[in-house]
């Protein structure tokens, strides 16, 4: 009769072990990356830093990402779902427009107030940002556009006026003129930019 092989008790111990070291090692490397480009922005990130920060030689930093897009989803992951972007799906209900775009205007102004440094290096340095990425930034804004474009009516020149107001207006760098460089309220500017939008439809 054929014997079954029993495994030392402490083996799956120790894989489940060195799995959770595994799983740590790699969310320091991660937060490391996304503290560094946080402070010094993507383009000045090197796997020198984020390997000394982590605690880690850069041969386990490649071990875990070993591509640029590999680390930079891990980053994205990590940082939004701390910092979630504001979600074009909470206006949908909303049908005056502009009463949506105010509404989307507070959130996104909040979101900037609250990502700002992120935003302001990541936007610095937008061309060492791996292509995956850099698509799927811009492809949010292209969705609240559309979202903020939805239900109006405007035809002809009107409605290019209005489409190139609506894509100022949630641009990171008009809401940092507005409330960094010219110190309005967030309220203020939104009340500010509603009406620009409003105006730019005549």
């Known amino acids: 009769m054929a014997t079954q092989t029993k495994q030392p008790a402490g083996r799956p111990y120790r894989k489940r072990k060195r799995a959770l070291s595994e799983l740590e090692t790699r969310e320091r490397i991660t937060e490391a990356a996304v503290a560094?480009?946080?402070?010094?922005?993507?383009?000045?990130?090197?796997v020198k830093a984020i390997a000394e920060r982590a605690g880690v030689d850069r041969a386990t930093v490649y071990r875990h990402f070993p591509t640029v897009q590999a680390l930079?989803?891990?980053?994205?992951?990590?940082?939004y779902a701390r910092h979630p972007m504001p979600g074009p799906e909470q206006w949908a209900e909303i049908m005056p427009p502009d009463e949506?775009?105010?509404t989307a205007?507070?959130?996104?102004?909040?979101?900037?107030?609250?990502t700002e440094q992120m935003l302001r290096t990541g936007i610095r340095d937008i061309d060492h940002v791996p292509a995956e990425s850099r698509e799927a930034f811009f492809g949010?804004?292209?969705?609240?556009?559309?979202?903020?474009?939805t239900n109006r009516r405007h035809r002809g020149r009107a409605r290019t006026r209005v489409s190139g107001a609506i894509a100022h207006a949630i641009?990171?760098?008009?809401w940092h003129s507005l409330v960094r460089e010219q110190q309005l309220s967030a309220?203020?500017?939104v009340t500010?930019?509603?009406?620009m939008v409003q105006a730019a439809a005549h």
């Not at 010094?40 to 990130?45: H, I, M, S, Y």
């Not at 205007?105 to 609250?114: F, M």
């Open 171 to 174: 641009n990171f760098n008009t």
């Open 105 to 114: 205007l507070l959130q996104l102004y909040a979101w900037y107030a609250e």
């Open 72 to 79: 930079f989803d891990a980053c994205t992951s990590h940082y």
């Open 100 to 102: 949506r775009l105010r």
């Open 192 to 195: 500010l930019i509603t009406a």
């Open 36 to 46: 560094l480009h946080q402070i010094v922005g993507p383009a000045r990130t090197t």
């Open 140 to 149: 949010y804004f292209e969705v609240v556009h559309a979202a903020l474009m």
């Open 187 to 189: 309220d203020e500017a």
